[in-house]
Structures are given as C-alpha cells and as structure tokens.
C-alpha cells in the first residue's frame, strides 16, 4: 500500500485534458508544499514534471500544470499528446516520518 | 549538463550485500542531497533514504534501518548504497537522484539489481 493515494489509470484522446489526483493526509501533501511530479516512460528513469506544487522546471511543456486542495494535489496535462502515454507519479515531504513518500502511479493511456 | 551515472547491474544471492554507486557530475556535489529510490518490476517508486554530502548526515526509511548505509566520497562526487542481508524481494532497479528543497532531479539511469539463488 502506497503513502499516497493515486488512480491506478487515466485515459484520453489527444487534444483532451486529463487531471491525475493523488491524495493524502495534513502531515504530507496537505502539510507543506513539498508537492512534485515525475513522468517515467518504460525502461526509463523519472522525469521531473512538478515541483512545489504547481511550478514548472525549465524545458517542461506550459502543458503540464499542478494544483493543491487540501490534502490532495492534482497534476492536469492539457493537449494531450501521444508522447504524454506514460506512468506519473507524485511525491510529498512527509514531516511526521521526516521523510519523502511517493503515490502508487498512474497509467496515461493516449487513445 | 547534470548528470548522475550509475553502476551496471548485479546479480547476487540471498543473504549477500550490493553496494550501487551513483557518480554526479556538472554543479557542485556538497550543495544537494543525494536520495535513493527503488522500483521492484511492474511496481511504483520506493524511497529508501536520503544523504547530505556535505556533512555525512543520513535518513533512512524506516523499512530499511538496519540493513542500508548510505555514504559519499567527496573527492569524486559519488554517493553509494549499500543493502545488506539481500532477499528475493529486493530485487529491483535502484535509482540515485539529486534531491533539492524536496524534489528530484535528475535522476540516474537506474541500477538493476537480482537476487536470485
């Protein structure tokens, strides 16, 4: 069982919006804003997509964007294209284990 | 460019110990931490702990006390992992990744480590 809680699969068509979800408690996402993202395509390394919530590294498309409510944050990808078909997941500072956790992924799947 | 090169796969026994190593290269190695994550095949990323190379300091999941050493060498900007007492469901590929204010980047390219009889 993960520490964060994600949808096991996501789906769209390209152009759609698509917002993957990853909920957990006051002592982790809904606690700081040590919030991030990751894409892994298969056989690859993570890909820093988020971080701080909602803030973009340099060279990741204005596509991407991330959001927080609470104790679930949320990562929207707008213009869905078929190179967005991959695993994501998300990642928050745990303060009560002083630690970083990781939400189970979710599969995007561009049809 | 930012880079961290890993080791090349193992292949090891129950009940023996691996040590990765993870090389960083392009900024400064003391001014980030190093942390490392595992994903067992077909399963999701596990963080297993985290280094501060400029003074030594650990933190280890709480899964692994007592059976992982997380260290580095300054002096070639590398950090390693050690897991000990290795069983079947340690197999896995084990990734270094520069961690900064709480997230990760980049990451290496993943050690694949086997433990089989």
């Known amino acids: 069982q993960s520490a964060l809680t994600q949808p096991a699969s996501v789906s769209g068509s390209p152009g759609q919006s698509i917002t993957i979800s990853c909920t957990g408690t006051?002592?982790?996402?809904?606690?700081?804003?040590?919030v991030s993202w990751y894409q892994q395509h298969p056989g690859k390394a993570p890909k820093l997509m988020i971080y701080d919530v909602s803030n973009r590294p340099s060279g990741v498309s204005d596509r991407f964007s991330g959001s927080k409510s609470a104790n679930t944050a949320s990562l929207t990808i707008s213009g869905l294209q078929t190179e967005d078909e991959a695993d994501y997941y998300c990642s928050s500072y745990r303060t009560s284990s002083i630690s970083w956790v990781f939400g189970g992924g979710t599969k995007l799947t561009v049809l | 460019q930012v880079q961290l090169v890993q080791s090349g796969i193992e292949v090891k026994k129950p009940g023996a110990s691996v040590k990765v190593s993870c090389k960083a290269s392009g900024y400064t190695f003391t001014d980030y931490g190093i942390t490392w994550v595992r994903q067992a095949p077909g399963q999701g990323l596990e963080c297993m702990g985290w280094?501060?190379?400029?003074?030594?300091?650990?933190k280890y999941a709480e899964k692994f006390q007592g059976r992982v050493t997380m260290t580095t060498d300054t002096s070639t900007s590398t950090a390693y992992m050690e897991l000990r007492s290795l069983r079947s469901d340690d197999t896995a590929v084990y990734y270094c990744?520069?961690?900064?204010?709480?997230?990760?980047?980049?990451w290496g390219q993943g050690t694949l480590v086997t433990v089989s009889s």
């Open positions: 006051t002592s982790d996402v809904g606690g700081n804003n040590y």
């Open positions: 990744a520069r961690e900064r204010a709480g997230w990760f980047d980049p």
């Open positions: 280094i501060n190379p400029h003074n030594g300091n650990t």
